[in-house]
């Protein structure tokens, strides 16, 4: 439906390992977002971007990163994995922002064990 | 957070009836969406109603808009089973930061 991928869609994974979780859109859209989301419950935060080189943090406090080195490509990389980062992660992009819909990959279901 | 309860949270019907779902918001806004998240899916975006529009209506779908309420409604007619999903109200800040409401999770029993 949408042009957004994230790849894996699963991943589990032990304790202090390093993870990039891959986001990519085809629309050539500037403003591109992360968020977590536990099953059944609300989407938080954590990272957006507003075009190439910039980044922000969002209003959920994570300790992952994240790159805007291309306007299609909006990795996030948790350096070292730990059980409380178990979560879905969903990356989203829009052309414009707030005054035009998001459009969503599938999402990654990360599990740390 | 500038984002108010859903309500219900959860609401249960029988093919064919309609359903209603509820969003409350706690600053002025420009715009309200409404996005359905399929189990283990991204969300999907329905419908953008804007903060001088009182009504819209999408196929099934029909919003109503209340600002001096802060609340917001999404009515789905004649539900099939394949409307079973979360549904999500979305806000925007003058960021063009995203705050999503706690969702109602819809089933619609065949």
């Known amino acids: 439906e949408a042009d957004i991928y994230q790849t894996p869609r699963y991943l589990v994974i032990g304790t202090g390992k390093k993870i990039t979780l891959e986001c990519s859109q085809t629309m050539g859209h500037d403003k591109m977002y992360w968020y977590q989301q536990d099953p059944g419950m609300e989407l938080h935060l954590i990272h957006y971007?507003?075009?190439?080189?910039?980044?922000e943090k969002g209003d959920l406090s994570s300790e992952s990163t994240v790159s805007r080195i291309r306007t299609e490509h909006f990795p996030l990389t948790l350096e070292s994995a730990r059980p409380s980062h178990t979560s879905q992660y969903l990356c989203?992009?829009?052309?414009?922002?707030?005054?035009?819909?998001?459009?969503f990959g599938d999402g990654t279901r990360l599990s740390i064990l | 957070s500038q984002q108010g309860e859903e309500d219900p949270q959860a609401l249960s019907i029988q093919e064919g009836e309609n359903a209603t779902m509820n969003c409350s918001y706690k600053?002025?806004?420009?715009?309200l969406q409404w996005y359905r998240q399929n189990s283990g899916r991204g969300l999907v975006h329905l419908i953008l109603i804007r903060s001088n529009e009182r009504e819209k209506h999408s196929g099934r779908l029909r919003v109503t808009l209340d600002t001096s309420k802060k609340s917001s409604s999404l009515l789905i007619t004649a539900s099939r089973a394949a409307d079973t999903a979360s549904y999500f109200c979305?806000?925007?800040?003058?960021?063009?930061?995203?705050?999503f409401g706690s969702g109602t999770k819809l089933n619609v029993k065949p």
């Open positions: 600053t002025s806004i420009n715009n």
């Open positions: 989203a992009s829009s052309l414009y922002g707030g005054n035009q819909p998001q459009h």
């Open positions: 979305a806000t925007a800040d003058n960021f063009n930061k995203f705050y």
């Open positions: 971007s507003y075009g190439v080189n910039s980044t």
